[in-house]
């Protein structure tokens, strides 16, 4: 029997962000007491946005640590069509996000 397997681009997060020369924020929002149960971290790449229908949204992942932050964002951006540059003065890039997967 012949199988033909057409397979998803698997990298990890850190290889997506090296490939397309990308920039991580990680943001803290407190110190100490949490404020409106919101995690402590929050991380995203510059100058990303990901496709919601037609609409192009800002997306980022959450955590009680910058490593936890950046894994939630992996898993949501992980297959998104995503859109960069939307709002900057570089000429804008639509694309896939393979499936990104830990290390």
Request: with cysteine; aromatic share 10%; proline share 3%.
């Amino acid at each position: 029997m012949k199988i033909k397997k057409f397979l998803l681009e698997r990298m990890t997060i850190e290889e997506f962000g090296e490939k397309n020369d990308l920039e991580m924020e990680i943001h803290e929002r407190y110190v100490g007491r949490p404020i409106l149960n919101l995690d402590r971290f929050y991380a995203r790449f510059s100058r990303l946005d990901v496709f919601d229908g037609v609409c192009i949204i800002g997306t980022f992942g959450n955590g009680d640590t910058p490593e936890e932050a950046i894994k939630d964002y992996a898993r949501k951006l992980s297959g998104q069509r995503v859109l960069m540059n939307a709002f900057g003065n570089r000429k804008e890039r639509e694309f896939r996000v393979p499936v990104l997967e830990e290390k």
